[in-house]
């Protein structure tokens, strides 16, 4: 578990969710971009919140996968992974 997890990796039997957005019944999943994740994607919070990362090998030097989210009918999701673009050509 990553540090910022830490605190609620010991709590039982379901630890509180840290998203005051989640505690709602409104909403059961929430989706966010623009953090980079080295494997294309994160999901964290017994499923809760998910993390999309779409630039492979960002800045061409980070060597991270990529992902694409979809959703069915049901709003069941899957994660569509790529991996790191080539290196840019020197000039």
Not at 30 to 46: D, I, N, P, S, T
Not at 52 to 73: F, K, T
């Amino acid at each position: 578990l990553s540090r910022s997890l830490a605190p609620f990796s010991s709590l039982a039997p379901h630890p509180p969710c840290p998203l005051p957005l989640l505690s709602h019944s409104l909403f059961q999943h929430v989706l966010r971009a623009h953090q980079l994740c080295m494997e294309g994607y994160q999901v964290l919070f017994e499923d809760r919140l998910s993390t999309v990362w779409s630039a492979p090998n960002y800045c061409y030097r980070c060597g991270n996968m990529a992902a694409i989210l979809e959703l069915d009918e049901d709003l069941a999701f899957f994660f569509n992974l790529f991996g790191p673009a080539p290196s840019r050509p020197g000039p």
